[in-house]
């Protein structure tokens, strides 16, 4: 796995203010465009951490193709001589689907930029419009082509739960983008920030956001229809940050610091119950999961333990890893037997 540097350029070339940003206290930093020597000496910095392990310099948070194009080159050039000495092993930016076109593409491929991340958020003309996305689902299948038509990896980030959202229409969104086959997605279920039109939309009544429940059970379906299309999630819910973390600043909807892990918490429940299912009720059972998955199997707090307890009245006597069994699968043994279950 690498090591990423990352490089923050909040709001910077973004041309539109979206009704649920406030990129400040999402990604926890402020400030303008990194100089040269900044850049040059962060990559420095991780180089000494990284142990051998390759790094790819990230840049997140604004529109970084809708930076006017001397600053686009005043990011990317000062890194061209530590990719040519093989200090930095990849590029990696962030922007919208609407700026995006073949000369963008050709000119990040020739900067040596392998991967772009695509703030889709959502393929629903209404929801897009009701967010203030600015873009369509056509921006985003013609961003997703000439990236790839210019040998660029495409990762999408979704955001289930905005403005006019509803679960069918964010399943049917991530239906449309794994159509296009990226490389991977990320999943950030949508939080009321304070401060952001969003925030007025909620205090107003007018908005109101997915509980926890809600969007665990939402991403819990979402990630498994990735990984039917061998499409890898990434990340799920927003990075835990002091920023994001202070007092006021999330006024409402699913945050959790651990959401990914309730998800697949959840998922391993569904498998858990459909396996003991087929067992005689009382059974004592153990349960075999891939190689460092018993936390999501046993829940917070042993949440998961307790439910099939008293849903199944089965005791779980054992709970072992074996590092042979395929991502995603769950093998019951019970009385001598055995049975599995894949996603």
């Known amino acids: 796995m690498s090591v990423v540097v990352p490089f923050f350029i909040p709001h910077l070339g973004c041309p539109h203010r979206c009704v649920f940003c406030d990129q400040e206290k999402v990604a926890g930093s402020t400030g303008g465009l990194p100089s040269p020597d900044e850049l040059v000496a ?3 910095q991780y180089a000494e951490k990284a142990r051998g392990r390759e790094l790819e310099a990230a840049f997140y948070g604004g529109t970084f193709t809708a930076l006017p ?7 990317l050039c000062p890194l061209q001589p530590l990719l040519a000495a093989g200090t930095l092993n990849s590029l990696r930016v962030s922007t919208r689907p609407d700026a995006v076109d073949d000369d963008t593409a ?18 629903d003309a209404e929801v ?6 600015g873009h369509d689902a056509a921006d985003v299948e013609a961003a997703v082509a000439a990236l790839k038509k210019a040998g660029i990896a495409v990762g999408i980030q979704l955001m289930p739960g905005l403005p006019g959202d509803s679960p069918a229409l964010s399943l049917d969104s991530l239906a449309r983008v794994l159509a296009l086959s990226p490389s991977f997605l990320r999943i950030y279920p949508t939080l009321v920030i304070s401060g952001t039109e969003l925030s007025r939309m909620y205090l107003a009544g007018s908005y109101t956001p997915l509980s926890l429940p809600q969007a665990v059970n939402l991403c819990k379906d979402m990630l498994v229809a990735a990984n039917r299309e061998s499409v890898q999630v990434i990340r799920m ?14 006024l409402a909807g699913p945050y959790h610091p651990a959401f990914r892990q309730l998800v697949e918490s959840e998922l391993r429940f569904d498998q858990m ?11 004592r059972v153990s349960f075999v999961v891939p190689r460092g998955k018993t936390s999501d199997l046993v829940g917070q707090k042993r949440e998961n ?39």
């Not at 194009?69 to 990011?75: A, C, H, M, V």
């Not at 050709?106 to 393929?123: N, P, W």
């Not at 897009?128 to 996305?133: E, H, P, Q, T």
């Open 305 to 343: 333990l307790s439910r099939v307890s008293r849903l199944f009245a089965a005791e779980v006597v054992a709970v072992r890893e074996d590092s042979s069994l395929a991502p995603g699968s769950l093998l019951l043994e019970w009385e001598g037997r055995s049975m599995s279950i894949g996603l």
């Open 128 to 133: 897009l419009g009701l967010s203030g996305r």
């Open 273 to 283: 119950s459909r396996l003991l299912s087929d067992v005689p009720r009382g059974s």
């Open 42 to 44: 962060r990559v420095a």
């Open 106 to 123: 050709s000119f990040l491929k020739e900067h040596g930029v392998d991967t772009v991340e695509l703030g889709v958020q959502s393929m």
């Open 69 to 75: 194009r001397p600053d686009q080159e005043r990011l």
């Open 237 to 250: 819910g927003l990075q835990p940050t002091a920023e994001l973390e202070a007092p006021g600043v999330v």
